[in-house]
């Protein structure tokens, strides 16, 4: 069965803190994406990971990909309020299977 | 430059009435999705294209139906329409071929009632 697992689905973190979201997919595939959606709108993307061992980097967050894990992470560094948003990854299996989402929550 | 855009952002139906959800890109993309997101869910996929003439079933695509005559259209067709498929609706596209990265519509938001 095709899965794309992220965790955690919720995570409310302070100003200034770090933490890293996971996201693990369950068939071999080498095309990751990261995307951000606030309330009410539509996906942007933020990352295209195409290669085991790619890194992506833009501003306070930063994306890798291990294929041969099957998982990869979205690592943020020193949180602002602005990164409040819900975080997806998506994984090319044939189709583009999203995961559910963490829920993050930045506080001052 | 437009991108993607869908047609309409909003939409009542009653149960049992039929309705298209339009889906337009400018962007030349082959690949083509269409998305169901439920509250506070992420993205279940229903149907997507991977060039005029091919579709292929994702994993919820009961109660729905797709056509890809052009590359720029792919329209999602709703057949007695029921309280299950009350979501905001998105599509996307992506060049596909190596890079499948989404480009989303704004979402049509349905409810059915």
């Known amino acids: 069965e095709l899965k794309v697992e992220q965790n955690p689905l919720f995570l409310s973190m302070q100003e200034g803190k770090n933490y890293t979201i996971y996201c693990n997919y369950s068939t071999t595939s080498d095309r990751l994406y990261w995307y951000r959606q606030d309330p009410g709108k539509s996906l942007e993307s933020l990352f295209v990971?195409?290669?085991?061992?790619a890194v992506k980097q833009e501003g306070r967050l930063m994306a890798s990909l291990d294929t041969k894990a099957r998982l990869s992470t979205l690592h943020i560094t020193a949180a602002v309020h602005d990164l409040s948003a819900t975080y997806f990854c998506?994984?090319?299996?044939?189709?583009?299977?999203f995961g559910a989402g963490t829920r993050l929550t930045v506080k001052p | 430059n437009a991108g993607v855009t869908q047609t309409p952002k909003f939409r009542i139906l009653k149960i049992g009435q039929s309705m298209t959800l339009q889906c337009t890109q400018d962007?030349?993309?082959?690949?083509m999705y269409w998305y169901r997101q439920d509250p506070g869910m992420g993205l279940k996929l229903i149907y997507y294209?991977?060039?005029?003439?091919?579709?292929d079933k994702g994993e919820v695509p009961n109660g729905y139906n797709v056509s890809r005559s052009t590359t720029e259209d792919f329209p999602l067709r709703l057949e007695l329409a029921a309280p299950s498929q009350t979501s905001v609706y998105f599509c996307?596209?992506?060049?596909?071929?190596?890079?499948?990265?989404?480009?989303f519509g704004q979402g049509t938001r349905l409810t059915v009632v």
């Open positions: 990971l195409l290669s085991n061992g």
């Open positions: 294209s991977v060039g005029a003439g091919i579709t």
């Open positions: 962007m030349n993309h082959n690949y």
């Open positions: 998506a994984v090319d299996m044939g189709d583009m299977r």
């Open positions: 996307a596209s992506s060049i596909g071929q190596g890079n499948t990265e989404a480009f």
